[in-house]
């Protein structure tokens, strides 16, 4: 049963925008630990952000200013909007979920136990 379910990839320019959306209305604790990676062609998995049930929220360094996680009151759908977009953030891009804090306390992609199937972003001129 798929539990994390990323929609609004796409195709935009550099400086562009887009916000993703996850669903994650079937997945068993959608308030506690989850966040964004990303994964580019050829390269490994990259920590993106988390968000906390507090909403307390952390950001790898290459998107620090520029991303924003957040989630609706309901804590069953989460975003992730990317502002100032690089070619170097071209990736498939993941939700997921920890079981405890170890991805919202240090971006740690081993804490992560549970993804959607991804969304594909593309930045290019």
């Known amino acids: 049963q798929v539990q994390l379910v990323e929609s609004g990839g796409g195709s935009v320019q550099p400086g562009g925008t887009l916000t993703l959306s996850c669903d994650a209305s079937?997945?068993?604790?959608?308030?506690?630990?989850m966040g964004w990676f990303r994964q580019a062609p050829g390269k490994e998995r990259e920590a993106v952000a988390s968000i906390e049930s507090i909403d307390v929220t952390k950001y790898a360094d290459p998107v620090k200013g520029r991303f924003t996680i957040s989630r609706d009151n309901a804590k069953t759908t989460m975003y992730l909007q990317m502002n100032m977009l690089k070619p170097e953030d071209t990736a498939m891009y993941y939700c997921?979920?920890?079981?405890?804090?170890?991805?919202?306390?240090?971006?740690?992609?081993?804490?992560?136990?549970?993804w959607g199937q991804g969304t594909l972003v593309t930045i290019c001129s």
């Open positions: 997921a979920a920890s079981p405890g804090r170890g991805y919202c306390h240090n971006l740690n992609l081993n804490a992560l136990n549970t």
């Open positions: 079937r997945y068993r604790n959608p308030g506690g630990c």
